[in-house]
């Protein structure tokens, strides 16, 4: 019989994943769904100590004697203080005792009901860190819950070991409920391996999707190893520009993510393991599909040197604490491997179109840039719109590409280049919005500037990424949500600082600066290119309904009707019709 708290019902189950079997007990109300748990388990050995002060001392001792973590458990109110002497020799002597603790639901917490101080507070020195667990009420407590118990006990030995303190946050009036049908959860277990840890799992057999987010080039020596990983492991590499990976068996597939459904990935091109290295991504795509799939869809492998517990897709089962190539190094083999993963997804992506006559856009401009940037050159992608139409038409491999992903605010792209530029004598180009121009336009005033800055201003008037979908037609979205009508154009700022001012209405004035603006200059050169939310819009459609082969629906979609509308009264008509209904000019 087990408590009706499901949050302690998945500590108890990650407990047992991980061995942890001793478990020392103080005495009290709060712990009881705790204590209730562990005693009526033949898994556990269960020691009773009632003064909390010596209970902390008494599970070092088990754990120098036994060279294994130990827990412990105690009640609310001062209990937790009871622990401080104890936790702070601990921490001092490397001893890793997951500290249990329970505290009352934050309603109460301060707020002057019984037995209710703040349980976390405790001292740096008393424990490597804390972990609270929410009581759960939908799926999200209870991924939340799954991730910091394992997380709680990872931390005991990483990078050295210490206490560490696991808190379960409760409701008085479920404290002492049980439910005779209650089991332990069938929790997802994350574990961490060293570079050699002969327990580490096998990838025979598996379909292997490597994920690399956003990264610096990699040496020759990282190259090698991820491709010789590849060539002896049935591997795809999914890798956008800013992976500024660029191997055999690696693929550029943000338009093909894009267009997929997710039921489409399940079914036919979902891996058995995702690896991942390096940053984010920026790509809300596949950031979706490898969200949103069910639990147990497919295992997550983090691969970094921090061992850090980061569960970006929900599915996180091991982690490497080591530098990528000691990974790749690792898991590669001798014999080749087939490669019918890449292969799948590779006979995918060679059938995705983009030869599309697009609206003016800031897909357009990629379209019509990304073949004419010089090799060698040097990008960074403003977020969102700008990075996502730069990933569908991506530059040439010698093209360095970042965006400021890590953070993912719209402020500072324009800095980082101007940061990048004064490095290297290569070109270097900044694709950017009006509303992020505007946040970071100071850039351009700093007096280190040089004459190989190249800044492609796609001035939409706002920020588009709030036009895309159906909000902008069921709201004003413009006038403080996009920020409409704060900047009207670059031309002023961008002279005053010795710039080069170039201005596109249309295609014909944008194709006829293309030359001067990849060619090297004695000034820096700003184009401004001015385009409309309609033309944003029709652009993104028109690309995405090109590629509905990629992805073919059982039942007739929205699009696939748009798509036969356009088939019967034509593009240019369709989108005439499409603006008088939204009200676009």
Not at 400 to 425: H, K, P, R
Not at 445 to 474: A, C, D, Q, S, Y
Request: charged letters at 20%; hydrophobic letters at 40%; one cysteine or more.
């Amino acid at each position: 019989m087990y408590t009706v708290l499901e949050n302690v019902r998945i500590v108890l189950a990650v407990l047992k994943a991980h061995n942890i079997h001793r478990i020392v007990l103080s005495p009290g109300g709060s712990n009881i769904p705790i204590v209730q748990g562990v005693q009526q388990d033949p898994f556990f050995t269960c020691y009773s100590v009632v003064d909390e002060r010596s209970a902390m001392y008494f599970a070092i001792g088990l754990a120098l004697q036994t060279g294994e973590p130990v827990a412990t458990s105690c009640t609310t109110a001062q209990a937790t203080r009871n622990y401080l002497p104890g936790l702070t020799e601990a921490f001092y002597k490397h001893v890793p005792i997951l500290a249990i603790t329970m505290s009352k639901h934050p309603l109460f917490v301060s707020q002057e009901y019984m037995q209710s101080p703040v349980q976390t507070s405790l001292p740096e020195d008393a424990v490597k860190k804390s972990f609270s667990l929410p009581r759960i009420n939908d799926d999200n407590d209870r991924t939340i819950c799954v991730r910091r118990a394992n997380e709680a006990v990872l931390e005991l030995t990483h990078h050295g070991c210490g206490p560490v303190q696991l808190n379960i946050e409760e409701l008085d009036s479920e404290t002492w409920s049980f439910d005779p049908a209650a089991t332990l959860p069938d929790v997802r277990t994350i574990f961490r391996y060293g570079p050699s840890d002969k327990r580490a799992p096998s990838l025979a057999g598996k379909k292997v999707l490597l994920l690399i987010g956003e990264h610096r080039p990699f040496s020759p020596e990282e190259t090698e190893a991820i491709e010789a990983f590849c060539a002896t492991n049935n591997v795809f590499v999914y890798a956008d520009s800013i992976a500024n990976f660029h191997g055999k068996y690696a693929l550029q597939a943000n338009l093909t993510a894009q267009t997929m459904s997710t039921k489409l990935f399940l079914r036919d091109y979902k891996p058995d393991i995702v690896v991942t290295i390096g940053g984010l991504t920026g790509d809300y795509d596949i950031f979706r599909h490898l969200f949103d799939a069910p639990p147990g869809s497919f295992e997550v492998w983090r691969v970094a040197e921090d061992g850090n517990v980061v569960d970006t897709y929900k599915k996180l089962t091991a982690i490497f604490a080591c530098a990528p190539i000691e990974f790749f190094r690792r898991y590669t083999s001798s014999p080749p491997s087939l490669h019918t993963y890449f292969d799948q997804w590779n006979a995918l992506c060679a059938s995705a179109r983009r030869d599309l006559d697009l609206e003016f856009s800031n897909a357009y401009a990629a379209q019509q840039l990304h073949a004419r940037i010089p090799d060698g050159s040097y990008m960074n992608f403003a977020i969102l719109n700008s990075l996502r139409a730069w990933l569908w038409f991506p530059p040439a491999p010698s093209v360095t590409c970042f965006a400021n992903v890590a953070a993912f605010g719209i402020d500072g792209c324009l800095s980082t280049l101007v940061g990048t530029s004064m490095e290297t004598d290569q070109l270097c180009f900044q694709i950017i919005g009006d509303l992020a121009f505007f946040y970071d336009m100071n850039a351009i005033g700093i007096r280190h500037i040089r004459n190989n800055l190249r800044i492609l201003l796609v001035n939409n008037n706002g920020g588009m990424e709030f036009k895309f979908g159906p909000l902008h037609t069921r709201m004003d979205v413009g006038s403080f949500t996009a920020a409409d009508n704060h900047f009207k154009n670059a031309r002023g700022w961008a002279e005053t600082q010795g710039f080069t001012y170039l201005a596109a209405h249309d295609k014909n004035e944008f194709l006829a600066h293309v030359d001067a603006f990849v060619s090297p200059s004695d000034k820096p050169i700003l184009l401004e290119m001015f385009t409309t939310p309609a033309g944003e819009r029709a652009a993104n459609e028109d690309l995405f309904l090109a590629n509905r082969h990629l992805c073919p629906e059982e039942e007739p979609s929205p699009n696939l009707i748009k798509q036969g509308i356009k088939g019967l009264i034509g593009q240019d008509n369709a989108r005439k019709l499409k603006r008088w209904i939204s009200g676009d000019k």
